[in-house]
């Protein structure tokens, strides 16, 4: 955009209604601010000393209404000529009744002459107010008298004492229609200037709201309001369309972000940071070779784009991609040591590749760059709750709940943290928490179900599994504990009914074989309780443990009978004796 452009459309923002509106509203706030300073320090009301003023403005029929009002309000003579010609050509002709002359070129500044001269009248009437009140009807007139006399010779002792003084008075004697215009000029001069300052100041504020995607619908509003007006260079509307495709990205409008980010390009081909999200927009819709090529070309154009190989390594991670994933994490944290989120991200695929270690050091880095990130909070506990470290797991749950007190799965991790801790009657009320703000939650009922039947509250248990089971029907470790509810209030036909869907659902489930075999003895069925048993040796503990555990038994067995045949040798070596 040029210079001359710039002019033209500076010159077509100013509207002159628009500022002769605020220069009155400019000269009004002054008139209203001086009547209300008076009334605050003098006590006498603006109602008055504005009628003033309006009647020296405004002509003979705003007087009515104006200077009559306010002299009848205190009691003062208003004549229909001013005595000396000179000093009415002076002063002005404020001080004449409707009818007679008006010169509203002399009366600019003389309403405030009548309102001091008003002014300072009431406040002698009020100063005498006390000793005149006090007194009968014989005393009045003297007083009053006394107040004309006062009022007449000691004028310094006024109200406007300070205001009314010789040096002001000639200053304000010699103010005249050059004076008047010179002031009218300037307001109706700055306040085209304030105007477009302000809309200047606007148009800023618009840019902010448009940048700002925390609020998406408002950004989206704020830069299609923008765009709309065209008023920007190629370069500065690729930013407001980029701006607005990522309201749209956060917004979960992927389509629209990717019309944005190519209107983008379409006007600034090199702008890397456009490929970046125009290739978030396509990794979020499942198109995985798109923003692979969006990330090679944001990387081609900014070799240093930290974000572009950080965005980079979580496609490929998203792909299973993880050696592809941690050279590309690598490289972001190298550009950008100071970033948390290629720390949180690395620390994911060293927890999924088993290396707790690095994961924690990791989770621990991006909690030290960014305090409040919970996702690396929520990260870190869990990993210390599989760690069984729950001392250290249910601070990180308890600063998360701090930073997202709706958060059902801090409460819940936090619940799993106290059972874990056997701490049932601390994990209940939590797991009461995750329900009120996920209703009807499957894994929260089964866990509550869980620390119920720890604490002895079977029937609570029972319903908190029923419910579980009927959101999640392939729960297996629901199944697996509502038939040790019903094994354990006798129901061993229902019970092993639970155990069968458990193994059917998961046959490695090697709990619902230990528990179907005692059910299985409890009814009777000795051989399939025999047979379970020997599964669940067998899958807890594989070949080895089965071999080591049968060797055990045959020792005991063999135990069992050289004792027994201890015991007949001895029994009939002693019967002979006792035959004898």
Same mark, same amino acid.
């Given at each position: 955009?040029?210079?001359?452009?710039?002019?033209?459309?500076?010159?077509?923002?100013?509207?002159?209604?628009?500022?002769?509106?605020?220069?009155?509203?400019?000269?009004?706030?002054?008139?209203?601010?001086?009547?209300?300073?008076?009334?605050?320090?003098?006590?006498?009301?603006?109602?008055?000393?504005?009628?003033?003023?309006?009647?020296?403005?405004?002509?003979?029929?705003?007087?009515?209404?104006?200077?009559?009002?306010?002299?009848?309000?205190?009691?003062?003579?208003?004549?229909?000529?001013?005595?000396?010609?000179?000093?009415?050509?002076?002063?002005?002709?404020?001080?004449?009744?409707?009818?007679?002359?008006?010169?509203?070129?002399?009366?600019?500044?003389?309403?405030?002459?009548?309102?001091?001269?008003?002014?300072?009248?009431?406040?002698?009437?009020?100063?005498?107010?006390?000793?005149?009140?006090?007194?009968?009807?014989?005393?009045?007139?003297?007083?009053?008298?006394?107040?004309?006399?006062?009022?007449?010779?000691?004028?310094?002792?006024?109200?406007?004492?300070?205001?009314?003084?010789?040096?002001?008075?000639?200053?304000?004697?010699?103010?005249?229609?050059?004076?008047?215009?010179?002031?009218?000029?300037?307001?109706?001069?700055?306040?085209?200037?304030?105007?477009?300052?302000?809309?200047?100041?606007?148009?800023?504020?618009?840019?902010?709201?448009?940048?700002?995607?925390?609020?998406?619908?408002?950004?989206?509003?704020?830069?299609?309001?923008?765009?709309?007006?065209?008023?920007?260079?190629?370069?500065?509307?690729?930013?407001?369309?980029?701006?607005?495709?990522?309201?749209?990205?956060?917004?979960?409008?992927?389509?629209?972000?990717?019309?944005?980010?190519?209107?983008?390009?379409?006007?600034?081909?090199?702008?890397?940071?456009?490929?970046?999200?125009?290739?978030?927009?396509?990794?979020?819709?499942?198109?995985?070779?798109?923003?692979? +090529? %969006? @990330? &090679? !070309?944001? #990387? *081609? $154009? /900014?070799? =240093?784009?930290?974000?572009?190989?950080?965005?980079?390594?979580?496609?490929?991670?998203?792909?299973?991609?993880?050696?592809?994933?941690? +050279? %590309? @994490? &690598? !490289?972001? #944290? *190298? $550009? /950008?040591? =100071?970033?948390?989120?290629?720390?949180?991200?690395?620390?994911?695929?060293?927890?999924?590749?088993?290396?707790?270690?690095?994961?924690? +050091? %990791? @989770?621990?880095?991006? #909690?030290? $760059?960014?305090? =409040?990130?919970?996702?690396?909070?929520?990260?870190?506990?869990?990993?210390?709750?599989?760690?069984?470290?729950?001392?250290?797991?249910?601070? %990180? @749950?308890?600063?998360? #709940?701090? $930073?997202?007190? =709706?958060?059902?799965?801090?409460?819940?991790?936090?619940?799993?943290?106290?059972?874990?801790?056997?701490?049932?009657?601390?994990?209940?009320?939590?797991?009461?928490?995750?329900?009120?703000?996920?209703?009807?939650?499957?894994?929260?009922?089964?866990?509550?179900?869980?620390?119920?039947?720890?604490?002895?509250?079977?029937?609570?248990?029972?319903?908190?599994?029923?419910?579980?089971?009927?959101?999640?029907?392939?729960?297996?470790?629901?199944?697996?504990?509502?038939?040790?509810?019903?094994?354990?209030?006798?129901?061993?036909?229902?019970?092993?009914?639970?155990?069968?869907?458990?193994?059917?659902?998961?046959?490695?489930?090697?709990?619902?074989?230990?528990?179907?075999?005692?059910?299985?003895?409890?009814?009777?069925?000795?051989?399939?309780?025999?047979?379970?048993?020997?599964?669940?040796?067998?899958?807890?503990?594989?070949?080895?443990?089965?071999?080591?555990?049968?060797?055990?038994?045959?020792?005991?067995?063999?135990?069992?009978?050289?004792?027994?045949?201890?015991?007949?040798?001895?029994?009939?070596?002693?019967?002979?004796?006792?035959?004898?």
């Amino acid at each position: 955009m040029n210079v001359s452009a710039t002019t033209s459309l500076a010159l077509g923002t100013a509207r002159p209604g628009l500022a002769i509106l605020w220069g009155g509203l400019i000269c009004g706030t002054m008139d209203i601010t001086a009547a209300i300073t008076v009334y605050g320090q003098f006590g006498l009301k603006p109602v008055p000393l504005l009628q003033g003023i309006a009647a020296g403005l405004l002509g003979p029929r705003a007087m009515q209404g104006g200077a009559a009002t306010a002299a009848a309000r205190f009691n003062l003579p208003l004549r229909r000529r001013v005595p000396r010609r000179r000093n009415f050509r002076r002063r002005g002709s404020l001080l004449v009744l409707p009818g007679g002359p008006f010169h509203l070129r002399r009366n600019f500044v003389r309403p405030y002459r009548l309102l001091l001269h008003a002014a300072r009248r009431a406040a002698a009437i009020q100063r005498a107010s006390s000793s005149i009140f006090g007194e009968d009807d014989g005393n009045r007139f003297d007083h009053s008298r006394h107040l004309r006399r006062s009022t007449h010779h000691n004028r310094r002792e006024s109200v406007f004492e300070g205001m009314m003084n010789r040096p002001f008075r000639a200053r304000t004697s010699q103010w005249g229609p050059r004076t008047a215009c010179f002031i009218l000029l300037v307001i109706m001069v700055i306040a085209p200037v304030a105007i477009q300052a302000n809309t200047q100041s606007q148009k800023e504020n618009d840019l902010d709201v448009c940048k700002d995607s925390r609020d998406p619908q408002r950004s989206i509003a704020t830069c299609s309001s923008i765009i709309a007006a065209s008023k920007k260079s190629d370069v500065q509307l690729a930013e407001i369309f980029m701006h607005r495709g990522s309201a749209y990205f956060y917004q979960g409008d992927y389509d629209r972000a990717i019309a944005d980010y190519d209107s983008a390009l379409q006007l600034r081909p090199d702008f890397s940071k456009v490929f970046d999200g125009r290739g978030l927009a396509y990794e979020r819709k499942g198109d995985h070779d798109r923003a692979f +090529q %969006d @990330f &090679d !070309q944001a #990387i *081609r $154009l /900014d070799p =240093n784009f930290s974000e572009a190989y950080h965005h980079r390594g979580r496609a490929h991670q998203g792909k299973n991609e993880f050696v592809q994933a941690l +050279q %590309d @994490f &690598d !490289q972001a #944290i *190298r $550009l /950008d040591p =100071n970033s948390a989120n290629p720390y949180y991200y690395r620390g994911e695929i060293y927890q999924q590749q088993g290396d707790s270690t690095r994961a924690l +050091q %990791d @989770f621990n880095r991006a #909690i030290e $760059l960014n305090p =409040n990130f919970t996702a690396a909070l929520v990260r870190r506990g869990l990993l210390r709750l599989k760690n069984r470290d729950y001392d250290q797991a249910i601070p %990180d @749950f308890e600063r998360t #709940i701090r $930073l997202e007190p =709706n958060s059902a799965p801090a409460f819940y991790d936090r619940g799993l943290a106290y059972e874990g801790k056997r701490d049932y009657r601390r994990a209940i009320p939590d797991f009461d928490a995750a329900l009120r703000i996920q209703p009807g939650e499957p894994d929260a009922l089964y866990a509550r179900g869980l620390a119920f039947s720890y604490t002895g509250n079977y029937v609570q248990a029972l319903w908190d599994y029923n419910h579980s089971l009927a959101a999640n029907p392939n729960n297996v470790e629901a199944l697996n504990s509502r038939g040790v509810e019903f094994a354990r209030e006798g129901k061993y036909e229902l019970a092993i009914k639970d155990y069968d869907e458990a193994i059917r659902l998961d046959p490695h489930y090697n709990r619902a074989f230990h528990n179907r075999s005692i059910a299985y003895a409890h009814t009777g069925q000795f051989f399939r309780s025999v047979d379970d048993a020997f599964r669940y040796q067998w899958l807890r503990y594989g070949i080895l443990g089965v071999a080591i555990r049968a060797g055990l038994l045959l020792v005991v067995i063999f135990l069992w009978l050289r004792f027994r045949l201890a015991q007949t040798k001895s029994s009939s070596a002693s019967s002979p004796a006792t035959s004898s």
